[in-house]
């Protein structure tokens, strides 16, 4: 919760844990003010380098954390070189890198994990969600001079591996290698995004980004073209009209403008298509009426 900024989920849960800063995530899309891909992520990394300077000292840093593809967030992926560079500075100045693969880790994006669609290791992963199928479970993987630093017998919780997770979680994983989950992954990541994309060519003033990797694909609705402008109320009655049909569909973003996709792994083709069927059905009406 104190790493949290969506305070939707942290209302009357304080006091939190001090000493935790944050940055703006590298939202090209909203925040690139014209600026290329390459010019934008620089002075992002800018921005991350003068808060070394004026806000934290690097030798009070212990560590670095963020989602490679943000989840509540949006489904925002970072930009490669942002990554890249990230890695840089927190070798430069001795701080480790921790990544979040709770929402995308295992076979959601394509991989066992987003950070290898980016060629950069972390130095401390963290996963749950998928992990499990449906029972409750996290892990936490790290380099071996990372977790052997902790010393026999302390504990960072009081859940000592419950046996039907764990068994649960590895009846899970096989399964994923048997069917294939992450090349198939892939293929339903195209199939949506090729739909979401016509969405968009369609309303162009509305559906202002497509974004994701693999099946993690997200919509962001906006209004008179501007992504400063977040179509919240139109993205809340697409997610209710949705529901009426038997399409459950989650909302994301820090505005709710933001329809995220998250079919299970072993969907047909036929339920995939009828699914997307009635989400595009259901932007053209809201779209209309707002109209």
Known sequence: MSLTSKYGYKV????????????????????????????????????FRESLTNTVAAEQVAAVLLEPVQGEGGFIPVPQTYLQGLRQLC????????????????????HWGVFQ?????????????????GLPIGAVIGKADVMDSARPGTIGGTFGGNPVA?????????????LQ??????????????RFRAIQQRFPDWVGDVRGIGAMVAIELMTNGDPHQPATELTGEVLKACVSRGVLILGAGIYGNVIRFLAPLVITDELLDRGLDIIADEVANAVTRHS
């Open 12 to 47: 009357g849960c304080g006091p939190y844990a001090p000493e935790v800063y944050r940055l703006p995530f590298p939202n090209h899309y909203r925040y690139g003010a014209g600026l290329s891909e390459a010019a934008f992520v620089e002075r992002e990394l800018c921005r």
């Open 91 to 110: 070798d430069e100045h001795g701080m480790l890198l921790i990544m979040d693969e709770v929402q995308s880790g295992f076979c959601r994006t394509g």
């Open 117 to 133: 669609h980016y060629g950069v290791v972390p130095d401390i992963s963290t996963w749950a969600k998928a992990m499990g199928g």
């Open 166 to 178: 764990c068994a649960a979680a590895l009846a899970t994983i096989r399964l994923m290698e048997e």
């Open 181 to 194: 989950l992450n090349t198939r992954a892939i293929e339903i990541g195209r199939r949506v995004t090729d």
